[in-house]
């Protein structure tokens, strides 16, 4: 489930919506609350929401646990999705705007289920997904904006959401493309906030990275071995790592040309048949975390192709990132006086922390 947010606050103003996205590799569920101060503000009901989603709670579970505890009477929008097995959908939408959804270029409308409960109107269904599909959830301020002589709707909401999937574009491009159409009708003048949440089914991507020499010489095979069981991306951190790689497939191991603006910075890369990326090690993963952290989304990455720039683009495309982290110690390079624990243990764990900030599945293996 690729997904991507946009919130657009009028000036000055402090926000007053909550989105939130929470992926694993089994399950990914996404929650949008609309303004709602008299329940103690967004986002701490999409925190609430989201710890019970966390918890295995269904959309309808976490909904019955919340509901009774809402001021009688208060106006509290939000709408919970959550997928299990990459393909089975339950939806609960509380006085909020629907899902939308667009399959193989048409408009679908789900099976939902209406009840109105304490003056509220609660909408539940469950569906199939299919690879392709692209959805959105927004609120109701997004619903609000008026421009080219007429309001901006739901019917209005689902053409443009239908127009812009049949470029192609990611969750990305697609929550950008609305939240600039947004801002069009509006005139470019913000009078109320308005979030979008875009989703895109699509085949999970993975990246195994190898950083490190085992702390067992004999373990070198079994670490290569693992790297290249990886079906999806593959990289290596290190320049002995790579050099244990090259040896143990035999193969040549290359310096790259240099690219246009240098290695001033960042380490050289390598190229080596059979592995996507070759980079130094320490220098370049920590750059390539500070990359991440400046960052707010893949565009917002530098246009460089020098190691930390082309690792951290790695990562962000990648869902499910799994570390190899050898433990072997270079004295000149321990973490702790005692010269026991590698410097790059650390470094990943940084890097993987960072990673996790930004939805990504994480695990650390040490060899």
């Not at 390598?270 to 980079?279: I, P």
């Amino acid at each position: 489930m690729e997904c991507a947010g946009q919130s657009l606050s009028p000036p000055g103003r402090k926000a007053q919506e909550a989105w939130r996205t929470f992926p694993t590799e089994e399950t990914f569920h996404a929650l949008l609350v609309g303004a709602c101060p008299q329940a103690g503000g967004a986002e701490d009901l999409a925190a609430r929401l989201d710890q019970l989603l966390r918890q295995g709670r269904t959309p309808e579970e976490a909904a019955e646990a919340i509901l009774p505890l809402l001021p009688e009477g208060a106006y509290v929008p939000f709408a919970l999705l959550q997928v299990r097995e990459g393909r089975r959908a339950d939806l609960l939408e509380c006085d909020a705007p629907p899902l939308f959804l667009v399959r193989r270029g048409h408009l679908v409308l789900l099976p939902v289920v209406e009840e109105e409960r304490g003056g509220r109107l609660l909408r539940r269904g469950s569906f199939r997904l299919a690879q392709g599909d692209r959805m959105a959830l927004v609120s109701e301020g997004f619903m609000r904006a008026r421009g080219w002589g007429r309001r901006w709707g739901w019917q209005e909401v689902a053409l443009a959401l239908k127009r812009l999937t049949d470029t192609g574009g990611g969750a990305e491009e697609v929550a950008g493309a609305l939240a600039r159409t947004f801002l069009r009708l509006s005139g470019g003048r913000l009078e109320q906030e308005a979030t979008v949440l875009a989703m895109y089914v699509r085949p999970m991507r993975t990246l195994t990275v190898w950083s490190g020499p085992p702390a067992d010489p004999a373990r070198d095979r079994e670490a290569l071995d693992r790297l290249l069981a990886e079906t999806g991306w593959r990289a290596i951190c290190g320049d002995t790592t790579a050099q244990i790689a090259a040896r143990l497939l035999g193969a040549e191991l290359r310096v790259e040309a240099r690219p246009a603006d240098g290695w001033m910075e960042v380490p050289p890369t390598s190229t080596l048949e059979g592995v996507d990326l070759v980079t130094e090690g320490l220098v370049t993963m920590r750059l390539a975390r500070r990359r991440l952290q400046e960052a707010g989304r893949l565009l917002d990455l530098p246009r460089k192709e020098d190691g930390a720039t082309r690792l951290a683009r790695l990562l962000w495309q990648a869902d499910v990132i799994r570390f190899l982290v050898g433990q072997a110690v270079n004295p000149v390079q321990a973490a702790d006086a005692a010269g026991q624990v590698p410097l790059r243990r650390l470094v990943v764990e940084e890097l993987a922390g960072e990673l996790r900030k930004k939805g990504k599945v994480v695990s650390v293996e040490y060899i």
